[in-house]
């Protein structure tokens, strides 16, 4: 069973270590991660991303007391028909 990696190294020296090319290790939005950037803080924004739905905080909870009216649609221009026009003679 291999050994899991310290959440204190670096991008650039896991890569390194890893013998992986530069850039090969990605943020979760699939950008490259900052070869400073720790492992850990990697891991952070994984688990943040894909572990489930955000906490949300009281402040941030959508108002359910507010009412909404619907919205009249507006009348749609009416196009021209694709037929040709014909002359009157």
């Given amino acids: ?10 991008v650039g020296n896991l890569e390194k270590k ?3 090319a530069k ?3 990605r943020n979760p ?3 490259d991660a900052r070869s400073d950037k720790k492992l850990g803080t990697l891991r952070e924004e994984y688990k943040r ?3 489930g739905p955000p906490v949300r905080t009281k402040s941030t909870q959508p108002d359910t ?6 919205t009249k649609s507006k009348k749609t221009a009416t196009t021209r028909s694709s ?6 003679s």
């Fill in 29 to 31: 939005d699939g950008s």
């Fill in 65 to 70: 007391t507010a009412k909404t009216t619907p």
């Fill in 1 to 10: 069973m291999a050994r899991k990696v310290r959440s204190d190294i670096k």
């Fill in 23 to 25: 850039g090969a290790i």
């Fill in 83 to 88: 037929k040709p026009a014909t002359k009157k």
């Fill in 18 to 20: 890893l013998g992986l």
């Fill in 49 to 51: 991303q894909f572990a």
